[in-house]
């Protein structure tokens, strides 16, 4: 890919992205430059990417064809305001805040400008990330595709419509915190039985991430998958049969259509 990345902001996703970038070989470590206000945080982003670094946001903007802004949502109108006059008519400027609309992205940069709206979450940390992209109608076919290739290094994305953006937040977006609840509970049951606890998450995690693998590599609805676990009078339906007592399935549905609520919320 010959285009310069530019990140405004150095947490974690930007670091999730950048590793992703450059693990997959889609540019050199030359062509990605990182912008933040603090120097320590900078340092170390080059200390383990060899990524150019600076303070100035606008020197980002000017230099980035593929343009990240990764800071909170509560500091773009700011960083927008700083960098509207130098970004070029060009640049793809890829949000990943929750609750910025490409409408409110362009009304901030008070012109048109390519944006791509993007939902990761930050399984992205580990090169299992999942995000859902949105491009305004100025994003080419063959720019979106770039965009793919970037959140696909690190995980896998789906292009979406805009109005689904606010479903996608609660489904992967928040979800992750759900399953890291799930894993904790389910190895809080394995210690209660006398399985040390480090152990007790290996056996957790391990069994959420094989089920997880399961359904996207078979193709089977999750149902039958359960299903094939489930031996009559055994062990397995048994445990179901205190899930569905208890109202899992109903807390989760719950959760995920709170999350989406509350995302929309945001939007407002």
Request: charged fraction near 20%; glycine fraction near 8%.
């Amino acid at each position: 890919m010959d285009k310069t990345i530019g990140f405004i902001g150095s947490g974690n996703m930007a670091s999730a992205m950048m590793g992703g970038i450059l693990k997959a070989n889609l540019v050199s470590s030359n062509q990605v430059i990182c912008s933040d206000p603090s120097r320590a945080k900078l340092e170390d982003l080059q200390s383990r990417y060899g990524v150019s670094i600076t303070t100035n946001n606008c020197e980002v903007a000017n230099k980035a064809d593929i343009l990240v802004l990764s800071v909170k949502p509560q500091f773009y109108p700011e960083v927008i305001r700083e960098i509207k006059t130098t970004v070029n008519d060009n640049t793809i400027i890829v949000v990943i805040a929750a609750g910025q609309k490409i409408e409110t992205i362009k009304k901030l940069f008070e012109k048109d400008v390519k944006v791509v709206r993007a939902m990761p979450n930050t399984p992205a940390l580990v090169g299992e990330g999942m995000a859902a992209l949105s491009p305004c109608p100025m994003v080419l076919p063959e720019e979106l595709d770039l965009i793919c290739n970037i959140f696909n290094s690190f995980g896998k994305c789906e292009v979406i419509a805009e109005n689904l953006m606010d479903v996608v937040t609660g489904v992967s977006g928040s979800s992750p915190a759900f399953i890291f609840m799930i894993i904790e509970a389910m190895a809080d049951g394995a210690v209660l039985e006398g399985m040390p606890r480090e152990k007790a998450y290996t056996f957790a995690a391990q069994a959420v991430l094989g089920s997880a693998k399961m359904v996207l590599e078979t193709g089977k609805h999750p149902a039958q998958l359960k299903d094939m676990v489930c031996s009559p009078g055994g062990t397995t339906i048994a445990g179901v049969s205190i899930l569905e007592e208890n109202g899992v399935r109903a807390s989760l549905i719950k959760a995920i259509e709170t999350a989406t609520k509350k995302s929309k919320d945001l939007s407002k």
